[in-house]
Every structure is written in structure tokens, then in C-alpha cells.
């Protein structure tokens, strides 16, 4: 795969024992060196009207200003530094690019990878949440359709935690497609069955909320039987994965089962997907934050990529999840 990555996003540092730590990107880079192919772009920082083209204009000045003053507690879970704004802008830089490289025919072995740090799928339009400050996902969503011709984005968020702050910023659009599995009742509580999306955007938000120790076969069978119809018909031109690994049966701070060779299968499915609409695609690091995990569900991502066939799931569709699948199937209006 192609790998963006910048210096620069490992100068946020939200102090000790904070689970989004510099050391997640350290942890993927001492991982990927044991791949084949592996490669590494830098790229130019995103720019504040990238960030003002998804996020209140007063927000980005308040939030700008708070990090070059020093930082300190946004809320509770997200605390900034002075560095905080230039690895923002850093890693919403490398979303950008990846997405640029999908549209100009980065593909297969070249499919783009960006490794930037903080993440952002939290970001709602007008606030910092989560450990996210810029929503890299949602700027390169809308430098797809404002700068590279794209008319639809399709987001398939497959992080453990709803991507709420994807979902506010494109809720009442029919532009964007935002789908998440996610693990219900988790941070931060949004992400129902029932949010659907409002206005023109209705039926351009699909949430599978899962219960906790859902494993590979519960997230294939939400690709298979929802998202992969639904995106499907949607018909995006590109097509960007929020990829985070904290579903990962040994993260620490959820109660899901997936396995490395999980994140293998989702990752073939999404290629497929992408080849069958014929839409550039693109990966988004979000969370993740077992180092070791982390650091192997990205390796596998890139060795599906680079040829490897992974192994179908050894589990079963659970009872609540296959309840839920036929409960969306028959409710939701893009199905």
C-alpha cells in the first residue's frame, strides 16, 4: 500500500497514559517494516479553509487559537498542546492526499493508506470531541467533491466507536454516504439503528449498532447484507474507509471480537466493493489502541492488498446481530 505519514503528527502529545499516544504511530511503522512493500508519503498540511469547508469557521479560529496559546482540556478525554494544530492539519493533510492519489489512479498495491494522528471521525462541525480536533475523514470527503470531481463519497467507518462527528457534518446530504458498525451503548452513544439521515440526506446515514463480543462474522455479514447493497446502489466515486482497529477482540478499551484476520476480510470486501462501483479508494487511520493490535490489523490490511487471501471467519452471526440485520433490512430507506 501507499503509506501517508508526517513527522509532524507525532509532535501531538496529549501527556502520559493517554491511549492516543505518539506511540500508535511508532507502533504501525516498527510493524510495516516487517511487510514487503511498503512505501511512505509525506504531503502538505491541510489548510484552514479545508477545515472551514466542514467545520464552523468560529470553531477553527477558537480551537486554532486554544492550541497556539498552549493547549490544555478541551474536555476530558481531549487535551491539546501547542503541536496539536500543526498535526491536525498534518494529518487532515494526508487524508487529503490519499484521497488525491485514489482519484489519480492509486490503486491495488498502491490503494492509499494515511497514517495521521490525532484522529478525527469525533469532530463534529462545531466542536472537539473524543481525541479528535479536525475530521480528516470529512475534509477529504469534501476536497473529493470540491476540488478532484467527485459527485458522491461513500465513508464506511469500521472503528468499535460510532464516527458521530462524519455523520453530523454530512446528515442532511445526499453527497455523502456515511455508514458505520459500530459497538452499541459505546463512546460517545450516538450511531441508532434509526438515524437515518434528515432532509435530502435521508438514507445516506446507515448505523449497525453491534453488542459487545461481536466478531468477523457479524461485521462481513453487515457488509454483505447492508452495506455492500446500499453503497452499492449509492454508487460513489470514492470511496474512503475510517479505519479504525479498537474492534479488535484484544483492544482495550472495547468489548468486540474481531480478529486480525478480520480486519483482512472487511479490507477484501471494501476492494471489492470499490472495484464493482468504480471508485478510488482510500484508507483514513482512526482509532486503535492495543499497539500490538493495532500495529498487526494494519499489517494485515496491507498484506490483503498486497495479494494475501484471508481466511473466512471461524464464528457464527450472533442472534441480536442477525435480529438487527433483518430489522435494517426491512426498515432502512436505502435498502
Not at 503528527?9 to 492516543?20: F, I, K, M, V, Y
Not at 497556539?68 to 500543526?86: I, L, M, N, V
Not at 499489517?299 to 471467519?313: A, L, S
Request: net charge negative; aromatic share 8%.
Amino acid at each position: 500500500m501507499r503509506f501517508g505519514f508526517s513527522e509532524t503528527c507525532l509532535a501531538h502529545d496529549p501527556g502520559p497514559r493517554h491511549p492516543e499516544s505518539p506511540d500508535r504511530l511508532r507502533a504501525i511503522k516498527r510493524g510495516l517494516a516487517k511487510r514487503h512493500s511498503v512505501s511512505y508519503e509525506d504531503a502538505a498540511p491541510a489548510t484552514e479553509d479545508d477545515a472551514a469547508a466542514v467545520h464552523d469557521p468560529d470553531y477553527v479560529d477558537e480551537i486554532r487559537a486554544f492550541c497556539e496559546s498552549g493547549g490544555g482540556d478541551w474536555d476530558p478525554d481531549t487535551t491539546a498542546s501547542e503541536e496539536t494544530w500543526p498535526a491536525a492539519l498534518a494529518s487532515a493533510g494526508l487524508a487529503k492526499d490519499a484521497t488525491r492519489a485514489a482519484v489519480n489512479g492509486a490503486d491495488g498495491r498502491n490503494t492509499p493508506f494515511a497514517l495521521g494522528r490525532p484522529p478525527g471521525h469525533h469532530a463534529v462541525y462545531g466542536d472537539a470531541m473524543g481525541f479528535c480536533f479536525l475530521n480528516n475523514a470529512a475534509v477529504a470527503a469534501q476536497y473529493a467533491l470540491d476540488d478532484l470531481g467527485a459527485d458522491r463519497v461513500a465513508v464506511f467507518d469500521w472503528d468499535v466507536h460510532h464516527g458521530n462527528g462524519t455523520q453530523d457534518i454530512f446528515y442532511d446530504r445526499d453527497d455523502v454516504f456515511y455508514a458505520s458498525v459500530h459497538e452499541d451503548g459505546l463512546y460517545p452513544g450516538t450511531g441508532d439503528a434509526d438515524e437515518y439521515g434528515e432532509g435530502d440526506g435521508r438514507g445516506t446515514t446507515l448505523n449497525a449498532p453491534f453488542p459487545a463480543g461481536s466478531g468477523d462474522a457479524d461485521f462481513c455479514a453487515a457488509f454483505d447484507e447492508l452495506l455492500e447493497p446500499a453503497i452499492g446502489e449509492f454508487d460513489p466515486d470514492v470511496f474512503l474507509v475510517s479505519a479504525g482497529f479498537d474492534a479488535h477482540r484484544h483492544d482495550p478499551i472495547s468489548r468486540m471480537h474481531v480478529t486480525t484476520e478480520g480486519y483482512g476480510l472487511l479490507a477484501d470486501r471494501v476492494r471489492s466493493l470499490a472495484d464493482a462501483t468504480d471508485a478510488a479508494l482510500a484508507f483514513v487511520l482512526e482509532g486503535g489502541y492495543s499497539l500490538d493490535t493495532l500495529a498487526d490489523g494494519i499489517g494485515m490490511v496491507h498484506e490483503t492488498f498486497d495479494g494475501r487471501d484471508p481466511v473466512g471467519p471461524e464464528d457464527e452471526v450472533g442472534d441480536e446481530v442477525r435480529d438487527l440485520l433483518d430489522d435494517l433490512r426491512d426498515s432502512h430507506p436505502a435498502l
